[in-house]
């Protein structure tokens, strides 16, 4: 017994080393708030009905794994946000790089796109949905011309510093079109693509829950509705904690990916 508690203790406290000091800061803080929130809410000093406590969250957010709840829900809205990020993320890059070399189709088709991109997207799913019905393709549609901007004009500005006497040497040394695309353009584009990722799949997610308030498919949005309709507050809290926990899962995600091609950059 004793040599287990031994073991745990030590590897308590590697984990602790691991962490720094800020990380552990921020952890304690966040124990902190939601014991107070906790506390407060079962002294009476707020009522459960309209702010719910943690632990209801904890109980709610395990009993939708078990029923399968948040299986069916999180996972058609992760596969809408995830496959219009890609698809947004291919067409920008390919819009963009025509764009920046045939200065023609810019002059004609460039302004095009900055009228576009002025429209209130989230104004357009009525539409949508007049349009296309109650599936799944207004939200597709809404997530793609959220995540394209982004994408677009980071793309536009990253070819934007790429030098064109850098181009023009390597072309004059015998490289290709291809080799320049590989060995210059692209590492000059890689912080201005992860910059783009890192915010486009925080609005991938917004822009999928946000049009599942107007369809009747299962996803998140529409356990917010639903969470709305029956007053629920723990529900309502269980989804947020939810989409939080994936944001933050994902923005590691791009940050981890970040450092492993931080060599390719220019």
């Known amino acids: 017994m004793e040599q287990a508690r031994e073991a745990a203790a030590r590897g308590?406290?590697?984990?602790?080393?691991?962490?720094?000091?800020?990380?552990?800061h921020s952890a304690a803080a966040l124990i902190v708030f939601?014991?107070?929130?906790e506390g407060a809410v079962r002294l009476g000093y707020q009522d459960e009905f309209w702010v719910s406590r943690p632990?209801?969250?904890?109980?709610?957010?395990?009993?939708w794994l078990q029923d399968g709840t948040l299986s069916t829900n999180l996972v058609r809205t992760m596969r809408i946000a995830a496959t219009a990020f890609l698809i947004s993320a291919v067409g920008a890059v390919v819009v963009g790089s025509a764009f920046a070399r045939l200065r023609w189709i810019d002059d004609v088709l460039g302004w095009y796109v900055d009228i576009v991109y002025a429209v209130p997207k989230p104004a357009l799913v009525p539409l949508f949905l007049f349009a296309f019905g109650l599936g799944d393709t207004p939200k597709f549609l809404l997530v793609v011309l959220l995540v394209f901007f982004v994408f677009y004009y980071n793309v536009?500005?990253?070819l934007a510093t790429s030098k064109q006497s850098h181009r023009d040497a390597l072309l004059m040394l015998g490289a290709s079109e291809r080799d320049v695309w590989v060995n210059l353009t692209l590492p000059t584009l890689v912080p201005f693509l992860v910059a783009s990722?890192?915010?486009?799949a925080a609005l991938a997610i917004?822009?999928?829950?946000?049009?599942?308030?107007?369809?009747?498919?299962p996803g998140m949005g529409r356990l917010v509705i639903s969470a709305q309709y029956a007053l629920d507050a723990t529900s309502l809290l269980s989804?947020?904690?939810?989409?939080?926990?994936?944001?933050?899962?994902?923005?590691?995600?791009?940050?981890?990916?970040?450092r492993r091609v931080s060599s390719w950059r220019l």
Not at 12 to 24: E, F, N, T, Y
Not at 248 to 256: A, P, T
């Open 55 to 63: 632990t209801l969250v904890v109980d709610k957010i395990g009993e």
């Open 206 to 217: 917004l822009g999928t829950v946000f049009a599942e308030f107007f369809s009747y498919t």
């Open 12 to 24: 308590v406290r590697a984990i602790v080393r691991r962490l720094s000091s800020d990380r552990l």
């Open 34 to 37: 939601l014991a107070l929130w």
């Open 156 to 158: 536009r500005a990253g």
């Open 197 to 200: 990722a890192r915010l486009s």
């Open 239 to 258: 989804v947020v904690t939810v989409l939080t926990m994936v944001g933050v899962l994902v923005d590691n995600l791009l940050r981890r990916f970040d």
